[in-house]
Structure formats: structure tokens, C-alpha cells
């Protein structure tokens, strides 16, 4: 009997340990912006993960004309990345970017806020930078998302 229990024991704490060798937790961004003009909007960024290093960094970019705002499944170059913007309300000072792997043997799911009026806020815009565009927006650093 003890040794059916110790048996069980090994089997159960070696499922816990056996998942993945690495993860990181965090997804970095570089190169986000944002920008909406009288014809169209835009969000792009450069999407490095290290738990993916063969097929990232990747760009993503979506694009929107007529007020649409983002696709809500538009995905990175790679295709491994959907680009979120769960409750978009067209304003680029202030809205949530979620990304989420698509498949992959490590799930990964994560979101931020960019809120340009935050103090020391990172996410920088600028109204009316020239002649027919509304808002440009940067990230002045490079963006941890935890996922
Ligand atoms: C990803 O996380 C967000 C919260 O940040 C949650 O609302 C969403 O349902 C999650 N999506 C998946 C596919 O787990
Ligand atoms: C980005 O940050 C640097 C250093 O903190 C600063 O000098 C620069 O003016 C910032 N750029 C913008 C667009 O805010």
C-alpha cells in the first residue's frame, strides 16, 4: 500500500514539473504607434517573444478606413499573434492592447493600458501634427506585456 501511494505522489508532482524547460513571461513591443487621420486609422508594433524566438520578431499592423477602428482578429505578420483591442471606443489616448499567441506549445495571453495622460506616461501623442491627421501616437520605450 504505501508504495501504491508513493507511486501516485511521483506520478502527480512529475505532471507539475514536466510542462516547458524556459518561459518567459512577458512579451516585448517595440515601434508602437498610433495614428488616425481624416481617411484612416492605424496601430502597428514589432512583437518579439522569447518563449518564440524561431518565428518573432514579427510586425503587426492593422488599418482602418471610414471609422471602423481595428479588426477585432487581425493578427501579426506571422500569423501567430492576434492584435486586440477589447472595448476600442476610438480614442488613442486611452485604450487596452491585448495580445494573444495563436497556437503554440506555451499559451500566452496578456494585455496593457496606454493611457497618454498617466503620469510619466510612455505613450506619447500629439494632436494635429500636420495638415489632415487627427492624433499620432508613440510608445517613447519598449512595452513588457505579461502573459
Ligand atoms: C485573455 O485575457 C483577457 C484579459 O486580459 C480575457 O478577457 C480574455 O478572455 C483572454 N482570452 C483568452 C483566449 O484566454
Ligand atoms: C522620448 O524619451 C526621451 C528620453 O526620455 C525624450 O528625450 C524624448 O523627448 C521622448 N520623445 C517623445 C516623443 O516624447
Not at 510612455?122 to 501616437?137: A, F, H, Q, R
Request: with cysteine; hydrophobic share 35%.
Amino acid at each position: 500500500m504505501k508504495f501504491i501511494i508513493a507511486s501516485v505522489l511521483l506520478a502527480a508532482s512529475s505532471a507539475f514539473a514536466v510542462p516547458h524547460a524556459k518561459r518567459d513571461s512577458y512579451i516585448s513591443i517595440t515601434d508602437l504607434i498610433g495614428r488616425d487621420s481624416i481617411t484612416d486609422g492605424s496601430i502597428g508594433f514589432t512583437l518579439t517573444d522569447p518563449n518564440y524566438p524561431d518565428d518573432t520578431p514579427t510586425d503587426c499592423y492593422t488599418f482602418w478606413v471610414n471609422g471602423d477602428g481595428p479588426d477585432g482578429s487581425a493578427r501579426c505578420d506571422n500569423a501567430e499573434y492576434y492584435m486586440k483591442f477589447p472595448g476600442w471606443d476610438d480614442n488613442f489616448n486611452l485604450f487596452t492592447l491585448e495580445v494573444q499567441r495563436v497556437s503554440g506549445s506555451i499559451p500566452e495571453n496578456g494585455s496593457v493600458v496606454l493611457d497618454s495622460s498617466a503620469a510619466g506616461s510612455k505613450w506619447v501623442c500629439v494632436d494635429n501634427p500636420e495638415s489632415g491627421v487627427n492624433i499620432n501616437c508613440v510608445y517613447n520605450a519598449t512595452l513588457l506585456i505579461s502573459v
